[in-house]
């Protein structure tokens, strides 16, 4: 299938500031987006996830953007913890098929 | 994590054997999938199945077996013929529609020495 990929594979940001972290994907086709983040040793926690119906949708201190102009997804932190230290992934699927996942990026808060 | 259950969370098996991961769900999904995961990488898709009964082979499907006798129960076999099967295993499962993404467990990491 087609890959998704992120732009930058690490990310250092100081706490209390804000983190985007950015993910471009490939199959235009694509209707569905998610973002996951993993702790070390542990299974994927879904974040938020956006339909390509829309361009933005927010929760809790997360942000998702989404152009498909340019097929580039974003998730922004506001006021980052060190709890939010993970890696991220952006995952994309079209209809029923299973998600497609981008390699990751690991946030890393410095305190 | 709730839902779905890995066990065990660490495996050992020497090269050769054949080894079998579980996964359970009590979330009534009808979609279950496996992905591996290796260090500083993303999940790649080995198997998946939408409905009981049935399966579909993901990217990495050789080397592996599956089944989908009942809803809440998708193991997975890691076979001898899978060249380099230590790795990080999950799995996931996800209802109809498209809200909320595939669900994770917590994972299995295989070592195969």
């Known amino acids: 299938g087609e890959s998704v990929g992120l732009h930058l594979p690490t990310l250092s940001v100081q706490e209390g500031d804000n983190s985007i972290i950015n993910c471009a994907y490939s199959n235009s086709a694509s209707d569905y987006f998610i973002w996951y983040k993993q702790e070390s040793g542990k299974g994927p926690q879904f974040i938020i996830d956006i339909r390509s119906n829309m361009d933005k949708r927010q929760g809790q201190r997360v942000t998702v953007l989404l152009n498909k102009t340019v097929k580039h997804l974003s998730l922004q932190i506001a006021a980052t913890q060190p709890g939010d230290s993970a890696v991220y992934f952006c995952a994309e699927k079209k209809g029923n098929t299973p998600l497609v996942f981008g390699k990751g990026t690991r946030l890393s808060v410095i305190a | ?113």
């Open chain 2, 1 to 113: 994590d709730g839902g779905i259950t890995q066990s065990p969370k660490y495996l050992f098996r020497k090269e050769g054997q054949n080894v079998t991961l579980s996964c359970e769900q009590n979330l009534n999904h009808d979609a279950m999938y496996w992905y591996r995961q290796d260090p500083g990488q993303g999940l790649r898709l080995i198997y998946y199945s939408q409905i009981v009964n049935d399966f579909q082979k993901g990217d990495i499907a050789e080397g592996y077996s599956v089944s989908r006798e009942k809803k809440e129960s998708f193991p997975l076999t890691v076979t001898s013929a899978q060249k380099n099967p230590t790795a990080f295993y999950l799995c996931a499962s996800t209802g109809t529609g498209l809200a909320g993404g595939p669900h994770f467990g917590p994972g299995t990491r295989l070592t195969v020495t």
